[in-house]
């Protein structure tokens, strides 16, 4: 007898020739109840889920955060106490590109974590950059359209990209860094996470602190220029898989200094700034960073699809001690991450592997789609509530988090009107070295082939309130790639 389990079918029963279909004769003539056959035909159909609309191609590992500081005045989150050590899962990706898209690709890197802290899941879904493209969410669908394909021509449009950034200011921060060296990091080891939102925390004392959180890489920032990365994307497109998995199963595991800025809570009014404007960063001479930990990566998933796949990481999933702010980004983000995932994995993705809590879970939810567990009241006959049934789930009155102020009055405020896009572009710019600058500009060139020249030149008005270097390094760059010079061209394109 043999020592391997029995092959079964779905329901369990024995599969005695799994090589064969099941034939009237030898030479064809299927029978329907072949429903070894029909079952295997049928499952390969529903192999494909839909990918991310964004994010689509990611990476992802196990590990552990350990809280070696101590932010206990801040946050009441257990997770955070000092000496804390929670397990989680990171997932890193790129924005644009498909399920199929090299990895090696210049974009931003989406920086997921899901924390299984005994309170709950707490999920930071960050990037690799402290800012983003946009500041309002109701331009967040007309941008990503910019970084799609064109509808007829089914075509990646630096057209589209630079018409829609050109006229959106807000974006220069992103795009200079997304066109720095940090645009293009060599794994996603050799970056930096942020949570990138203004988050808060509150304390036991009903105290409320704005916060941002910052993962620096331990092992050094390092990326490739276009032409390096162009190679390595002809050999492998596969080149980031590659990296994280190998190094975790060659136990190099990868860490990151975990630290935090906060903000007192009145101060949101005095800042020069919009502190909750996803386009902005807190100077670190205003709010300092603090160490707060390690979060290491440590364990490669055994299945990429349940795993990684259907890994489902959502900026609703806040536990006692976080919370999060006006931020109008992160408010539409509680939204449509958690329905993205309901729309591609169904009504009860959170009770997947992947996403279940390690803690227990209680909740009045009932039946739909794929529900493969039980009644998670506590007691079967309390299936609606409030209840009378003893052992049922109860309300914790002790982890309500403290007001959130909101103040004025409803309206379309203009998100441009006083606010100043070029001086954090500028700080930024004046960190360069020459050859950062250099790599910039050229980068920057690169991605405007054939755009038409009216485009270029209301961009080149932004980069010329930047920085007069940025506009002039932009237009040698540009010349020098592409021919292009302002005054023949600039005309033409009116
Ligand atoms: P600081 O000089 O105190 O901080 C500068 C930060 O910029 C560094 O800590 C580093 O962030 C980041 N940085 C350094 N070199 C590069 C580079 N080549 N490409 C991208 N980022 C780099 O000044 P400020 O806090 O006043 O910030 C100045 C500018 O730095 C900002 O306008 C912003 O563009 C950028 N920055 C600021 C961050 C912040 O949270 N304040 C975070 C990241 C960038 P890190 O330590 O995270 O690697």
């Known amino acids: 007898m043999s020592d391997r389990p029995t092959m079964t079918t779905t329901a369990g029963a024995p599969i005695s020739d799994n090589q064969n279909s099941l034939t009237a004769g030898p030479r064809g003539g299927i029978l329907m109840q072949d429903y070894q056959l029909l079952e295997k035909l049928a499952h390969q159909n529903r192999e494909r889920i839909p990918e991310r609309v964004v994010h689509a191609k990611g990476w992802g590992a196990y590990g552990t955060l350990k809280i070696t500081g101590d932010i206990s005045k801040y946050t009441r989150a257990k997770a955070l106490q000092p000496g804390a050590e929670t397990p989680m899962i990171a997932r890193f990706s790129t924005v644009a590109g498909e399920l199929g898209a090299a990895d090696h690709e210049r974009d ?59 006229l959106s200011p807000e974006s220069l921060h992103q795009t200079t860094i997304l066109f720095s060296d940090r645009g293009l990091p060599i794994t996603p080891m050799h970056m930096n996470g942020y949570g990138s939102h203004t988050y808060s925390f509150w304390n036991d004392a009903g105290e409320r602190f704005w916060v941002k959180f910052h993962f620096k890489t331990q092992q050094g ?18 080149g980031y898989q590659e990296a994280l998995f190998g190094a975790i199963e060659d136990g190099r595991f ?3 200094t975990v630290q935090v800025q906060i903000m007192p809570e009145a101060d949101a009014d005095k800042t020069s700034y919009n502190p909750f404007d996803l386009t902005k960063v807190w100077p670190h001479a205003d709010y300092p960073p603090i160490d707060i930990g390690v979060m290491e990566l440590n364990r490669n998933p055994e299945n990429y699809f349940a795993e990684i796949e259907q890994a489902a ?31 591609r994995l169904g009504t009860h993705y959170e009770a997947l592997p992947v996403n279940a809590p390690r803690c227990p879970v209680h909740h009045y939810h009932k039946d739909g789609q794929m529900n493969f567990f039980g009644q998670k009241t506590g007691n079967v006959d309390a299936y609606y509530e409030p209840n009378s049934v003893s052992g049922s789930a109860a309300e914790l009155p002790s982890a309500k988090e403290p007001p959130l102020a909101i103040t004025g009055d409803a309206d379309r405020y203009n998100h441009r009107i006083g606010n100043d896009d070029y001086s954090q572009p500028r700080a930024l710019f004046n960190l360069f070295n020459d050859e950062q600058k250099g790599r910039l500009f050229s980068n920057i060139a690169a991605a405007m082939g054939g755009v038409p020249g009216a485009i270029i030149e209301r961009q080149m008005a932004h980069y010329r309130q930047v920085h007069p270097d940025y506009e002039a390094g932009v237009r040698a760059a540009l010349k020098a790639a592409h021919g292009y010079e302002a005054d023949t061209i600039s005309t033409a394109a009116e």
Do not use: C
């Open 108 to 166: 931003v890197r989406g920086f997921a974590l899901k924390f299984y802290t005994e309170e709950g899941n707490w999920d930071l879904v960050g990037n690799n950059t402290p800012v983003f493209f946009v500041r309002d969410p109701y331009k967040f669908p007309d941008f990503i359209h910019t970084q799609k394909r064109h509808p007829k021509t089914n075509l990646r449009s630096p057209t589209a990209m630079w018409d829609f950034w050109s």
């Open 313 to 343: 990481f959502s900026p609703s999933n806040i536990v006692p001690g976080i919370s999060h702010s006006p931020d109008k980004m992160l408010q539409a983000r509680v939204f449509s991450y958690a329905d993205a995932h309901r729309h």
């Open 221 to 238: 920032h390092e990326h490739y220029t276009n032409e390096v990365a162009e190679g390595i994307i002809g050999k492998t497109r596969e």
């Open 254 to 256: 990868p860490r990151w």
